[in-house]
């Protein structure tokens, strides 16, 4: 009993915590977005306040945020947030595709800026991105080009996935400070440094990070792909939230691929691109050929090795069993299967065409109560003087060279850059897209050599946005709800969390009460020294009881005849 109430105590412990760990996460999280939403609220219109007092006292309102177009507060090269409703300083592509069938060659999908279907700030405006099945090419020139010396590069934008994505890229090019440059012929084969951002097909899900590297033996460039996050980027493209995505190139070669302030990606331009900066300094002489006597060959067979002479290479594997018999009962008459008796024949069945109608078979009904039915054979097993095909031992080979390898030559086209960093100056920012979804949206791109500064833009605006979607965001049941609704495993984990320690305790506390008699018995039975069994014990009191009882009684009518005056005896004088 003492062992079930520690149970029951620790368990209704742990259901405690429960409860208390997911109301200090909802309480975390409301306090974190009435911090958010406190910070971006302006400064409230005296009319509402007149109204808010005149008002019936009841609950408080869903918190607001008030908008405010981010301002760049320091050095930067490219700052857009698409607030004054227009797309002046872009440029839309007015070129074709090569290679493609003249139908979708042409640049022709569609941009609006407009705000967010669902928007939760009136007033914040963005760059969407408005047909399917398009091409969409649109660009802008920086402040000034950005040249790669001893400053880092920041590069950051918003993209929501109003409708989601089901195949399309929502990545920008930051395209190549070039004398030929120009944005009304914006193409994909128009020379970018670096291209980064999200891209989706099916179920891979990508954050490119590629930048194009030039050879500077031959002048030619060669594009290198960072390697792949390790983390999960599902819910950035299946959420429909608005997302920040942030790159990072340090003049030390390190990169950082954030996305909402959170590192998902990071290495060295040195040592995590593929394919690598630097090409091996030795490589295989393509001139090379393998001997035609190397012998790779590290086993071969022992050539002095017979085969024995009582070797049966014919024996089976199997044979029957001479042991087994017959079992008693055995219906060697009766067939396994029958024709369906019940069966009839389709009137549509046409004998010349189907051939002779046979009923179906099914298993004999006789044979359910016999041991077996038809010819009984006896059960193979297998042969223990089967050895099957003889083939000689292997032993190591004595002319055995190893595995044969071209030899090396110095690489003639090796080179070291160990400073990859410094690439191509860059002059403006493009999207060159093709996607099968609409209403990508697109905001607050930004450009810059200071990092400070570009957290103070997305806090401004990125910041902003996601403290008025966590403000409007369903309390926490609902969240596990609609997290079922998409995960649906997502309820049997609900249902152990919450119906399991419920069974527990009602079955360890409200279950299993013992009896007096059983609970003295336990209490009698402390000892391991040998003890009377308690039903002998009990019996045994009682006819003592009896017996003393009688005993008691006879004694009392013994005292009461010495006491008669007829049984006394007469005194002597």
Not at 248 to 265: A, C, G, R, W
Not at 424 to 443: H, R
Not at 478 to 492: F, G, H, K, S, V
Not at 552 to 565: A, C, G, M, Q
Request: net charge negative; glycine share 6%; hydrophobic share 35%.
């Amino acid at each position: 009993m003492e062992l079930k109430m520690r149970l029951c105590v620790a368990l209704l412990s742990l259901s405690l915590c429960l409860g208390l760990m997911g109301h200090v996460r909802a309480q975390e999280e409301a306090d974190d977005v009435e911090m958010d939403v406190e910070d971006a609220i302006d400064d409230m219109r005296e009319e509402d306040v007149e109204e808010e007092e005149e008002k019936a006292p009841g609950p408080p309102p869903v918190p607001t945020v008030t908008y405010r177009a981010p301002e760049p507060m320091g050095e930067h090269y490219f700052a857009e947030s698409f607030d004054k409703g227009t797309l002046q300083g872009w440029v839309l592509s007015q070129a074709k595709k090569d290679g493609i069938d003249e139908e979708i060659a042409k640049y022709d999908g569609k941009w609006e800026v407009e705000e967010m279907k669902d928007t939760k700030l009136p007033g914040d405006k963005g760059l969407v991105l408005k047909s399917k099945a398009k091409h969409h090419a649109i660009s802008a020139l920086l402040l000034r080009p950005f040249t790669f010396d001893t400053k880092p590069l920041i590069v950051q934008y918003e993209v929501n996935f109003q409708t989601g994505i089901d195949c399309g890229g929502a990545y920008v090019k930051l395209l190549a400070q070039t004398p030929d440059l120009d944005l009304e012929e914006f193409v994909d084969k128009t020379p970018y440094t670096i291209m980064f951002g999200p891209d989706k097909c099916g179920e891979d899900y990508k954050l490119h990070f590629i930048f194009r590297h030039k050879n500077p033996k031959t002048g030619e460039f060669e594009e290198k792909h960072a390697k792949k996050p390790d983390a999960d980027l599902r819910t950035y493209y299946t959420d429909k939230k608005t997302h920040l995505y942030t790159l990072v190139l340090n003049p030390d070669n390190s990169f950082e691929i954030l996305i909402d302030q959170t590192v998902v990606n990071s290495g060295s331009l040195l040592n995590d691109m593929t394919p690598p900066i630097n090409p091996p300094a030795e490589i295989e002489d393509p001139d090379d050929h393998k001997p035609e006597d190397w012998d790779e060959r590290p086993k071969i067979q022992d050539p002095d090795s017979v085969k024995p002479e009582d070797w049966d290479e014919d024996a089976p594997a199997k044979i029957p069993d001479e042991d087994a018999v017959k079992p008693d009962g055995w219906l060697d008459e009766e067939p396994e299967y029958i024709g369906d008796p019940d069966a009839l024949k389709p009137e549509d069945w046409d004998e010349d065409m189907d051939g002779e109608w046979e009923a179906p078979q099914i298993p004999n009904p006789i044979c359910e109560t016999a041991p077996g039915c038809g010819p009984w054979e006896r059960p193979m097993i297998d042969n223990p003087n089967y050895k099957g095909k003889w083939k000689p031992p292997m032993i190591d080979n004595p002319n055995y060279q190893g595995v044969w390898k071209p030899r090396k030559i110095p690489n003639p086209d090796f080179f070291e850059d160990l400073h990859p960093f410094r690439m191509t100056p860059f002059s403006a920012v493009g999207l060159e897209l093709w996607s099968m979804s609409s209403d990508i949206f697109f905001d607050n791109f930004f450009v810059t050599s200071d990092r400070t500064v570009a957290e103070r833009w997305a806090a401004d605006g990125w910041g902003l946005k996601k403290a008025a979607e966590g403000a409007a965001e369903p309390g926490l049941v609902n969240q596990m709800i609609t997290a079922a609704e998409e995960r649906p495993w997502l309820w049997i984990v609900y249902v152990l969390t919450v119906a399991l320690p419920l069974v527990l305790i009602i079955v360890f506390c409200c279950t299993g009460k013992k009896s007096p008699a059983s609970t003295s018995a336990a209490e009698y039975k402390k000892t391991d020294a040998p003890q009377p069994d308690v039903k002998e014990e009990a019996e045994d009191e009682e006819a003592k009881e009896e017996e003393s009882g009688l005993i008691d009684k006879h004694k009392s009518e013994d005292d009461i005849l010495r006491r008669s005056p007829r049984n006394r005896k007469p005194r002597k004088d």
